[in-house]
């Protein structure tokens, strides 16, 4: 059971947004300002959308947007497109005993 | 460019032990805390533990369910890390890839990752 928890699977038509959900304590999520979130596609590795809660790296797309409230961190895909469709983690700072934790992954597909 | 290559994944027994590399390049190795993370199969990622720089000692973290089995070592001279697994059991059959850590990034997250090599522990 993995640290954090996250909807198995999302889906949307394409141009529609979705919102996924990641749901810590206050030992991770609550306590840090360190949720980053990855897209995974098959068979390939990690690639990093959002760092900070809500910061997106060059290069990733402005559809991809992250917000916290509390223990709960959200990602956010405007504007749904077919490449779209993968894997989604979040990953919270834990502390000096835990480290880094990821949530079990949300599946999402573009109907 | 930041380039990460696993390698030494394979099949073994349970109780068994197997050593993987990963090998850097496109960045100052020498100066990076690296990370070692796992995803069992269809399933979520798994932090296994982290080695920081010889610069702060290259000190070891490693996760509860690795801790006491697997060690985390570097040879900053070939960049490259590596993760020396023993008494594996089943449940540590994963893909296993090599990210630089969250403390050598300016955004406090994986940057950037290998492609993963895989482990399979059964009897």
């Known amino acids: 059971q993995s640290a954090l928890t996250q909807p198995a699977s999302v889906s949307g038509p394409p141009g529609q947004s979705i919102t996924i959900s990641c749901t810590g304590t206050?030992?991770?999520?609550?306590?840090?300002?360190?949720v980053s979130w990855y897209q995974q596609h098959p068979g390939k590795a990690p690639k990093l959308i959002i760092y900070?809660?809500?910061k997106r790296p060059s290069g990733v797309s402005d559809r991809f947007s992250g917000s916290k409230s509390g223990n709960m961190a959200s990602l956010t895909i405007s504007g749904l497109q077919a490449e779209d469709e993968a894997d989604y983690y979040c990953?919270?700072?834990?502390?000096?005993?835990?480290?880094?934790?990821f949530g079990g992954g949300t599946k999402v597909t573009v109907l | 460019e930041v380039q990460l290559v696993e390698s030494g994944g394979g099949s073994v027994k349970p109780g068994g032990s197997l050593r993987l590399s990963c090998a850097a390049s496109?960045?100052?190795?020498?100066?990076?805390?690296m990370s070692w993370v796992r995803q069992a199969p269809g399933k979520g990622l798994e932090w296994v533990g982290r080695?920081?720089?010889?610069?702060?000692?290259?000190?070891?973290d490693y996760a509860s369910p690795v801790k006491g089995r697997f060690t985390i070592s570097r040879d900053d001279s070939k960049n490259t890390l590596y993760l020396q697994m023993n008494s594996l059991k089943t449940e540590d059959t994963a893909v296993y890839f090599c990210?630089?850590?969250?403390?050598?990034?300016?955004?406090?997250?994986?940057?950037?990752w290998g492609q993963g090599t895989l482990v399979t522990v059964s009897s």
């Open positions: 990953c919270s700072y834990a502390g000096s005993r835990s480290f880094w934790v």
């Open positions: 990210a630089t850590d969250p403390d050598s990034s300016d955004k406090y997250s994986f940057d950037d």
């Open positions: 080695i920081k720089s010889k610069i702060d000692d290259e000190t070891t």
């Open positions: 900070e809660g809500s």
């Open positions: 496109g960045f100052t190795f020498r100066n990076a805390w």
């Open positions: 206050s030992s991770d999520v609550g306590a840090y300002n360190l």
